[in-house]
C-alpha cells in the first residue's frame, strides 16, 4: 500500500510539475508577444496581460500545493481548464477573430497552442491521479468487476481517462485544422492601384488605404527595399503595387519590388505597411511600437 501511494506522489508530482512548467512557458510567450505589439491593441493588449499573470499564479499554485490532498488538484484543474480556454480563445481568434482583432498564423502562435494542448494533458492527468480521484476509480474499477462477474463487459481504460485523451486529441486536430485554414497574412491587403486617402486616428491626420485603415513605415527600410518580410509581413501587410493620391494626399508615390517579386507601394521614398491590430478606421495601434526588428510609425501626409 505504501509503495503504491509512494508511485502515486512520484507520477502525479511528475505530472503537475511538468505541467506547471508548461503553463509557464506558454505565459512566457504571451508576455514577449504582449511586450512586443500586441499591449497596443485595444482589449486585446488586455486579454494577453491577463493571460501572463492567470498563467504564472496558477503555475506556482500548483508548484506549492503539489503535495497536499485537496489544495493541488483544484489547483491543478484550474491550470488545465485555463489551459484548454487560452487555446480556444486563440483558435477562435484565427477561424472569427475577437474583438474586432483576428489572428494571423505565427511560429509563436503555433508553439503557445501546442504548449496549452501539452499543459492541459500534464495537469488533467496530474488531477486523475490525485488520492480522491484514485479513490473513486477504485470505486469505480470494483463495480465494473462486479459487473463483469455478472457477465457485463468492463472496460479496459477508466472513463475519465478516455475523456482527457480524447479531449487532447479533439484539440491537436483542432489546433491544426485552424492553423491550416488560416491566412499568413493578417489585415486583407487591397489589390494594386487602390486610392489612398486620408483619416483622423488620435486626433492626427494620417494617411490611409482604400479601406481607410491606417499605413504605416518601419524605420529599418530604405527607399528601394523592404526589410519586413516573413513572419513580420503577416503583422505588417505591405501595400501592394501602385497607389494613387486621393484628396488631401500630397507628397510623392512610388513602388518597390519586394525580395519575393511583388510590389510594394511606398510614399515618400518609405515602403507602405499596415497592421494587424487594426480593423476599422481611426485606429492607429501600431504607432511607435517595437516590433519585429525596428520602430514603426503612421503616415502623416
Known amino acids: ?14 505530472c503537475g510539475t511538468a505541467g506547471a512548467g508548461v503553463l509557464i512557458a506558454s505565459g512566457a510567450i504571451h508576455l514577449d508577444l504582449y511586450q512586443t505589439g500586441y499591449r497596443s491593441i485595444p482589449t486585446i493588449g488586455w486579454l494577453f496581460l491577463f493571460q501572463v499573470i492567470v498563467a504564472f499564479v496558477l503555475a506556482l499554485a500548483i508548484l ?3 503535495r497536499t490532498v485537496i489544495s493541488f488538484p483544484l489547483a491543478a484543474a484550474a491550470g488545465a481548464l485555463f ?3 487560452t487555446l480556444g480563445g486563440y483558435l477562435l481568434s484565427l477561424r472569427v477573430g475577437l474583438f474586432g482583432f483576428r489572428e494571423v498564423r505565427t ?6 497552442g501546442v504548449l496549452d494542448i501539452a499543459a ?3 495537469l488533467a492527468l496530474a488531477v486523475l491521479l490525485s488520492p480522491f480521484a484514485l479513490s473513486l476509480t477504485g470505486l469505480i474499477r470494483r463495480r ?3 459487473s463483469s462477474a455478472r457477465g457485463m463487459p468492463s472496460p479496459r481504460a477508466p472513463l475519465a481517462t478516455t475523456i482527457v485523451a480524447a479531449v487532447t486529441l479533439v484539440a491537436a486536430v483542432l489546433l491544426v485544422v485552424d492553423v491550416l485554414a488560416s491566412g499568413g497574412s493578417g489585415s486583407p491587403a487591397v489589390a494594386g492601384g487602390q486610392v489612398l486617402r486620408t483619416e483622423h486616428a488620435g486626433g492626427t491626420t494620417v494617411l490611409a488605404n482604400a479601406k481607410g485603415l491606417t499605413l504605416y513605415w518601419f524605420a529599418p527600410d530604405t527607399p528601394t527595399a523592404s526589410h519586413c518580410s516573413g ?3 503577416t503583422y505588417w501587410p505591405p501595400v501592394p503595387g501602385s497607389v494613387t493620391a486621393g484628396p488631401g494626399v500630397t507628397g510623392k508615390l512610388g513602388a518597390i519590388n519586394r525580395s ?10 518609405r515602403p507602405l505597411y499596415t497592421y494587424v491590430g487594426d480593423s476599422s478606421p481611426g485606429q492607429a495601434s501600431g504607432n511607435n511600437i517595437n516590433l519585429n526588428g525596428g520602430l514603426w510609425h503612421e503616415v502623416t501626409p
Request: one cysteine or more.
Open 107 to 112: 511560429t509563436a502562435g503555433i508553439v503557445a
Open 120 to 122: 492541459f494533458a500534464a
Open 1 to 14: 500500500m505504501g509503495s503504491t501511494r509512494g508511485t502515486s506522489l512520484s507520477r502525479r508530482s511528475l
Open 144 to 146: 465494473l468487476t462486479d
Open 260 to 269: 519575393d517579386g511583388s510590389k510594394q507601394a511606398t510614399y515618400n521614398g
Open 231 to 233: 513572419e513580420c509581413a
Open 64 to 66: 506549492a500545493t503539489i
Open 83 to 85: 489551459a484548454l480556454a
